[in-house]
């Protein structure tokens, strides 16, 4: 997939005000500071065009971007640590869930996995809500670029058997990262074939 244009839309806190659902949908979250807006502008080939930050918790809203005219991809707040109160932190967590729930053309969502850490309750508790909501999505293992190539595939295949204690089928995944521009074939490819198929359903209807 060839990006030729990627610009903001709009951000706001209520599913009802999202751009018209007309469009496939594809969510990026993840705990925060896990290199989100990072590897969003890497996949649109746009600098800048996700903000990027050192603190933790700086998206704060539903970000929604449109890509080639054909697709949103949308920025979400992250989940886990981050310098708020709790009241925030709960006020989030119900935007979130509200959206992830709600919003009738979201295809899919991408967590975000830090490659270099060991397997995070927070992630594997944001999963399995998916999973219990019936809400599809995939794996993204950010920041591979920052160890081995094989202490990363260690640490996914750890994330992956940990997912297994619990889940019959694994989602499918990508490794990823920001600054190397790995993964972004994989992940654009995904998202064509998954458009792709959409359009043939449609048609068949």
Not at 32 to 59: C, D, Y
Not at 67 to 77: F, M, R, T
Not at 112 to 123: A, E, F, G, K
């Amino acid at each position: 997939m060839h990006i030729r244009d990627a610009r903001f839309l709009t951000s706001n806190t209520e599913v009802a005000k999202c751009p018209p659902a007309t469009l496939p949908e594809y969510a990026f979250i993840g705990r925060s500071n896990v290199g989100k807006s990072s590897l969003i502008n890497m996949l649109t080939a746009r600098t800048g065009l996700a903000k990027t930050s050192s603190l933790p918790g700086k998206t704060q809203l539903i970000n929604h971007f449109i890509i080639n005219e054909q697709w949103y991809l949308v920025d979400l707040p992250g989940y886990g640590y981050a310098r708020v109160s709790k009241e925030s932190r709960a006020k989030w967590r119900k935007m979130i869930w509200a959206y992830l729930s709600k919003r009738e053309n979201l295809t899919c969502v991408f967590v975000l996995i830090d490659s270099r850490l060991p397997p995070q309750p927070v992630d594997l508790e944001f999963i399995s809500e998916l999973g219990e909501r019936g809400v599809p999505f995939v794996l993204a293992f950010t920041k591979a670029d920052k160890q081995s190539t094989g202490k990363t595939q260690q640490n996914v295949d750890v994330f992956l058997a940990k997912m297994s204690e619990t889940w019959d089928e694994l989602p499918r995944w990508f490794i990823t990262s920001a600054s190397a521009r790995e993964g972004r074939d994989a992940v654009l490819a995904f998202i064509e074939e998954v458009n792709g198929q959409m359009r043939e359903t449609e048609g068949n209807a």
